[in-house]
Nanobody
Framework: QVHLVESGGGLVQPGGSLRLSCAST????????MGWFRQAPGKEREFVAV????????HYADSVKGRFTISRDSAKNTVHLQMNSLRPEDTAVYYC????????????????????WGQGTQVTVSS
């Protein structure tokens, strides 16, 4: 069983930065995948970014590419999401996700592919 706990959300002005962290307890397979999804009020949940636990590859939504960076700290079983140049449209609840399987490329952006979800952390971008 894997338990995920997010931290680092908050209120930031447009153009500002935030760093989200997701600490994983329990077994995290070296072949697994971790990442982030988000959901804004009245909108569907959407993919943000994922990283292979081996650290060999990362994937981003087009809307965040070049602004967000996902990374992992294997020693601490933690994944980070560095968010720069934040926009009001980035406002959402951000959820950490994980799975101990190697998810195929075509399924990475589908939330149904992940067995484990965190409780979410609110990010609000507003002046």
């Amino acid at each position: 069983q894997v338990h995920l706990v997010e931290s680092g959300g908050g209120l930031v002005q447009p153009g500002g930065s935030l760093r989200l962290s997701c600490a994983s307890t329990g077994r995290t397979s070296s072949s697994g995948t971790m990442g982030w999804f988000r959901q804004a009020p009245g909108k569907e949940r959407e993919f943000v970014a994922v990283i292979r636990w081996s650290g060999t590859s990362t994937h981003y939504a087009d809307s965040v590419k070049g602004r967000f960076t996902i990374s992992r700290d294997s020693a601490k079983n933690t994944v980070h999401l560095q968010m720069n140049s934040l926009r009001p449209e980035d406002t959402a609840v951000y959820y950490c996700v994980a799975d101990n399987q190697r998810i195929i490329l075509s399924a990475l952006r589908n939330g149904e592919s992940y067995d484990y979800w965190g409780q979410g952390t609110q990010v609000t971008v507003s002046s």
